[in-house]
């Protein structure tokens, strides 16, 4: 089945450490994003990438990292450089000129 | 720069309409979505609408755009237990990129049996 898929679904890492969120799409998309949750706030987009080898920051992108060496895959690494990592994270891809947006279901990142 | 704001809450009973609604403040919008979200779930898009239009309705969803005053409305018809969600409004300039979206806060649905 196509689609977008995000792994793990939960993740605990101690403060301090660098982690790497996955997120993989089989929709043939060119365009990927990651979004940011929390409670009480709306998603605000943190970088994305229109095509392979490049990408842009989003409104939010201190203390993350991202690669696009495939056009199937945007992992997001989360620095020890972001001060409040605790969050639910959401990988998106959309077609290059299409009206929507396909969403993972999230990574849920605690940090201890 | 862009702002999307919604209400936080509404609760309704099962089987009564339900609106959710949503102010921006971006001109160049293009696009405005609907997306629900389930408990630790992703988001799905209910619907969408183009900035020339002033109404869409699919199904149970009836959304309404008023552009001179920016305000976006969806209704849920006859609403269910299983509508509970969070709904969060957003808006694109599209273009090349419309998962580059602006989202509102989230309205979290209560659906009372």
């Known amino acids: 089945d196509g689609g977008i898929t995000q792994s793990p679904k939960y993740l605990f890492r101690k403060e301090g450490q660098n982690v790497t969120l996955s997120c993989e799409q089989n929709?043939?998309?060119?365009?990927m994003y990651w979004y940011r949750q929390d409670p009480g706030q709306g998603l605000r987009l943190i970088y994305y990438?229109?095509?392979?080898?490049?990408?842009q920051k989003g409104d939010i992108a201190e203390g993350y990292s991202v690669s696009r060496e495939k056009k199937e895959s945007f992992p997001l690494t989360v620095t020890s450089a972001q001060k409040n990592p605790t969050a639910f994270y959401l990988c998106?891809?959309?077609?290059?000129?299409?009206?929507?947006?396909?969403f993972g279901q999230g990574t849920r990142l605690t940090v201890v | 720069g862009e702002d999307v704001e919604q209400s936080l809450f509404l609760s309704v009973r099962e089987g009564d309409s339900s609106v959710i609604n949503c102010t921006y403040t971006?001109?160049?919008?293009?696009?405005l979505y609907w997306y629900k979200q389930e408990p630790g779930a992703g988001l799905q898009l209910l619907t969408y609408?183009?900035?020339?239009?002033d109404m869409k309705q699919d199904q149970r969803l009836t959304v309404l755009l008023n552009k001179k005053d920016k305000h976006l409305s969806l209704r849920i018809a006859d609403t269910q237990t299983g509508d509970s969600a969070i709904y969060f409004c957003?808006?694109?300039?599209?273009?090349?990129?419309?998962?580059?979206?602006?989202f509102g806060q989230g309205t979290i649905l209560t659906v009372h049996p």
């Open positions: 990438s229109q095509i392979v080898n490049d990408f």
């Open positions: 971006d001109s160049s919008s293009t696009y």
């Open positions: 929709l043939n998309h060119d365009a």
């Open positions: 609408i183009f900035s020339n239009m």
């Open positions: 998106a891809s959309s077609p290059t000129v299409n009206t929507e947006a396909f």
């Open positions: 957003a808006e694109t300039a599209g273009g090349t990129s419309y998962g580059k979206l602006t």
